[in-house]
């Protein structure tokens, strides 16, 4: 079974940046598709962001697509999310997870998940 940990969460003023981090507890971490979600107070687990387990393929939601960058270095068993002009509707909660099922982007297709980490956008 694989444990996520995120960390690099913070709280941010409105145009800044923050990089998220998640690190795997296995070395079979490539055979893994990861994702990011995120969950705002009140609102539903959205999708983020995924990357394929050798990282040649990668997707944004529209929301972020041109802000944020997924990358993940499998010699460190960690996947990163990069997020530059941050806005306040980025607030939430954001979660790490690993699919075994190709390249998903519901949430109900990930098998493990972290247990977040706080990203707070000030305007």
């Known amino acids: 079974q694989v444990q996520l940990v995120e960390s690099g969460g913070g709280l941010v003023q409105a145009g800044g940046s923050l990089r998220l981090s998640c690190a795997a507890s296995?070395?079979?971490?490539?055979?893994?598709?990861m994702g990011w979600f995120r969950q705002a107070p009140g609102k539903e687990r959205e999708f983020v962001a995924a990357i394929s387990w050798s990282g040649s393929n990668a997707y944004n939601a529209h929301s972020v697509k041109g802000r944020f960058t997924i990358s993940r270095d499998n010699a460190k068993n960690t996947v990163y999310l990069q997020m530059n002009s941050l806005k306040s509707e980025d607030t939430a909660v954001y979660y790490c997870a690993a699919s075994t099922q190709g390249f998903p982007t519901g949430s109900n297709e990930y098998d493990y998940w972290g247990q977040g980490t706080q990203v707070t956008v000030s305007s």
């Open positions: 296995e070395s079979t971490f490539s055979r893994y598709t």
